[in-house]
């Protein structure tokens, strides 16, 4: 089946550090690839997406690359900021239902003044 | 622009009381998604459907019912509310764009059964 891994949180970090959270998927053929992310008290909103291997998808200084090979999906931030802190989901769509969205466990990620 | 519009925003519910759950999108979207969130579990989808008319059951469905009577609404029920069922339910819309569309998301609804 079609399932997301992302690696548990939380992660706290100061401002201006790098940022990387880790997400692996599993799939049937070349998913579409996504970053969701969670403001407190909010729904979820798209950060970015890719849709094919090598794809790097960027948004908010946040950046993605599509790996194929290693079937990841890795978001990285070169200087976070307070307002960065959030909980921060993986998710995937699979070729095969195009209607479905699949989720990670999502990530909690606090940035420290 | 309103989007996804989930009402009500928060609720206590007795053991054994039933509820109900609405989400409406201005969207015109064809897909609509019920998920719950729950610490450590993320996303998890109750239901979906694809259309008017339409329901599917997703990975968690036991204890819920929906039904997408119009295009723009999806009404997740519980018909008898049990403790585990405490969660912040999720309410998407997604278009019909293909597989790398954009979902939209309402703000929730805490739900708390005691």
Same mark, same amino acid.
């Given at each position: =089946?079609?399932?997301?891994?992302?690696?548990?949180?939380?992660?706290?970090?100061?401002?201006?550090?790098?940022? &990387?959270?880790?997400?692996?998927?599993?799939?049937? +053929?070349?998913?579409?690839?996504?970053?969701?992310?969670?403001?407190? *008290?909010? *729904?979820?909103?798209?950060?970015? !997406?890719?849709?094919? /291997? %090598? %794809?790097?998808?960027?948004?908010? +200084?946040?950046?993605?690359?599509?790996? !194929?090979?290693?079937?990841?999906?890795?978001? #990285?931030?070169?200087?976070?900021?307070?307002? %960065?802190?959030?909980?921060?989901?993986?998710?995937?769509?699979? @070729? /095969? /239902? =195009?209607?479905?969205?699949?989720? +990670?466990?999502?990530? @909690?990620?606090?940035?420290?003044? | 622009?309103?989007?996804?519009?989930?009402?009500?925003?928060?609720?206590?519910?007795?053991? *054994?009381?039933?509820? &109900?759950?609405?989400?409406?999108? %201005?969207?015109?979207?064809?897909?609509?998604?019920?998920?719950?969130?729950?610490?450590?579990?993320?996303?998890?989808?109750?239901?979906?459907?694809?259309?008017? *008319? &339409?329901?599917? !059951?997703?990975?968690?469905?036991? =204890?819920?019912?929906?039904?997408?009577?119009?295009?723009?609404?999806?009404?997740? +029920?519980? #018909?008898?509310?049990?403790?585990?069922?405490?969660?912040?339910?999720?309410?998407?819309? @997604? =278009? &019909?764009?293909?597989?790398?569309?954009?979902?939209?998301?309402?703000?929730?609804?805490?739900?708390?059964?005691?």
């Amino acid at each position: =089946g079609n399932s997301v891994t992302q690696m548990e949180g939380p992660v706290t970090l100061s401002e201006e550090a790098f940022l &990387t959270i880790n997400c692996t998927y599993t799939a049937t +053929g070349y998913p579409s690839l996504f970053w969701y992310v969670q403001y407190p *008290g909010e *729904g979820l909103q798209l950060l970015l !997406k890719a849709t094919k /291997a %090598d %794809d790097k998808g960027s948004n908010k +200084g946040f950046e993605a690359t599509y790996r !194929k090979e290693t079937t990841s999906f890795h978001l #990285e931030k070169g200087s976070v900021q307070v307002s %960065d802190s959030a909980v921060y989901f993986c998710a995937l769509t699979p @070729r /095969a /239902a =195009g209607n479905k969205l699949t989720f +990670g466990g999502g990530t @909690r990620v606090l940035v420290k003044p | 622009n309103a989007g996804v519009t989930q009402t009500p925003k928060f609720r206590v519910l007795k053991t *054994g009381q039933s509820m &109900t759950l609405l989400c409406a999108q %201005d969207m015109n979207h064809e897909y609509m998604y019920w998920y719950r969130q729950d610490p450590g579990m993320g996303l998890r989808l109750i239901h979906y459907s694809v259309g008017e *008319g &339409t329901t599917a !059951k997703g990975e968690v469905p036991d =204890g819920y019912n929906v039904s997408r009577l119009k295009k723009q609404n999806f009404l997740l +029920g519980l #018909e008898s509310a049990a403790p585990s069922q405490t969660s912040v339910y999720f309410c998407a819309s @997604r =278009g &019909t764009g293909g597989m790398n569309t954009e979902a939209f998301f309402g703000q929730g609804t805490r739900l708390t059964v005691v």
